[in-house]
């Protein structure tokens, strides 16, 4: 069993940065890759970024190409996503998941994410 706690969002005005940090704990054998996903009111969640667990290939939204940065730390029980030059549309709860444990389509499908964790709000506004 894997368990996933995303924390960092807060209210952070337009222009400005954010990180946000996933544990990861419980059994992490065999995952794929950790995924950042966000839900912003009356949207789809959309994936944001995805990092490889084995070689460490980074995949980026266009929305954020440029702006969003994930990393890998702790002795890889922890991924970042280092959010700078927020914009009002970046507003949403933002989930970290983690994913290739059984079955893989590739970094931006949800079905490609078998733990999910409870998600954390992100508020751009001034």
């Known amino acids: 069993q894997v368990q996933l706690v995303e924390s960092g969002g807060g209210l952070v005005q337009p222009g400005g940065s954010l990180r946000l940090s996933c544990v990861v704990s419980?059994?992490?054998?065999?995952?794929?890759?950790i995924g950042w996903f966000r839900q912003a009111p009356g949207k789809e969640r959309e994936g944001v970024s995805c990092?490889?667990?084995?070689?460490?290939?980074?995949y980026y939204a266009d929305s954020v190409k440029g702006r969003f940065t994930i990393s890998v730390v702790n002795a890889k029980n922890t991924v970042n996503l280092q959010m700078t030059s927020l914009k009002p549309e970046d507003t949403a709860v933002y989930y970290c998941?983690?994913?290739?444990?059984?079955?893989?389509?590739?970094?931006?499908?949800?079905?490609?994410?078998?733990?999910w964790g409870q998600g954390t709000q992100v508020t751009v506004s001034s």
């Open positions: 998941a983690a994913g290739g444990f059984r079955s893989w389509y590739g970094p931006w499908k949800q079905a490609s994410y078998e733990y």
């Open positions: 990092i490889n667990s084995s070689d460490g290939s980074t």
């Open positions: 419980g059994s992490s054998l065999g995952y794929h890759a």
